[in-house]
T-cell receptor
């Protein structure tokens, strides 16, 4: 089982719709959860981070965390063509010495159709 | 505000040649620093991380090494490149602290092609 799993997509949504991106993780000891956006050929850019169960909203983005189900999601409302990118889910996993290590999923490609 | 600089942006090197990639962070002290590699169509792989000057931890044994000669400088090196070293190399920083729970912020990356 992969430590962080995402559907590779592509996920296609029409402009103005809600895009829903999902991620599952394997270790119940994970403490921190991040979503990054990566445009083709560019480096990842942090969009959201969430530490507690529930929802966290920032503009058009909402991150949702369910630790019992080991599930984290990202909702993008009013999707725009400029949102077309690969979205990386990142999770911290327990590591030696009490540290947490950030581990990335392979990403979901989102296509917003005008 | 904090900024991270990484260079060069692209690099084409022959097999067996040496490598040196450099990364510097501005606007913060004692950051955690990281080197990741992203191979084509694959996820980000953590190569090295550092919590302070001279403190380097390696995630994956390979022909790469890292050094942190100054607080905000992180260098990735190789004595002899392999074809399999091709990829997108990303330097990242996070706020000081040992827990590594905090968000990572990435530089613009170096696209390395080994021929």
């Amino acid at each position: 089982q992969k430590e962080v799993e995402q559907n590779s997509g592509p996920l296609s949504v029409p402009e103005g719709a809600i895009a829903s991106l999902n991620c599952t993780y394997s270790d119940r000891g994970s403490q921190s959860f991040f979503w990054y956006r990566q445009y083709s050929g560019k480096s990842p850019e942090l969009i959201m981070f969430i530490y507690s169960n529930g929802d966290k909203e920032d503009g058009r983005f909402t991150a949702q965390l369910n630790k019992a189900s080991q599930y984290v999601s990202l909702l993008i409302r009013d999707s725009q063509p400029s949102d077309s990118a690969t979205y990386l889910c990142a999770v911290t996993l327990p590591f030696s010495g009490g540290y947490q290590k950030v581990t990335f999923g392979t990403g979901t490609k989102l296509q917003v159709i005008p | 505000s904090q900024t991270i600089h990484q260079w060069p942006a692209t690099l084409v090197q022959p097999v067996g040649s040496p490598l040196s990639l450099e990364c510097t962070v501005e606007g913060t002290s004692n950051p955690n620093l990281y080197w990741y590699r992203q191979a084509a169509g694959r996820g980000l792989q953590l190569l090295f991380y550092s919590v302070g000057i001279g403190q380097i931890s390696s995630e994956v044994p390979q022909n790469l090494s890292a050094s942190r000669p100054q607080d905000r400088q992180f260098i990735l090196s190789s004595k002899k490149l392999l074809l399999s070293d091709s990829g997108f190399y990303l330097c990242a920083w996070s706020a000081p602290g040992t827990a590594h729970n905090l968000p990572l912020h990435f530089g613009n990356g170096t696209r390395l092609t080994v021929t």
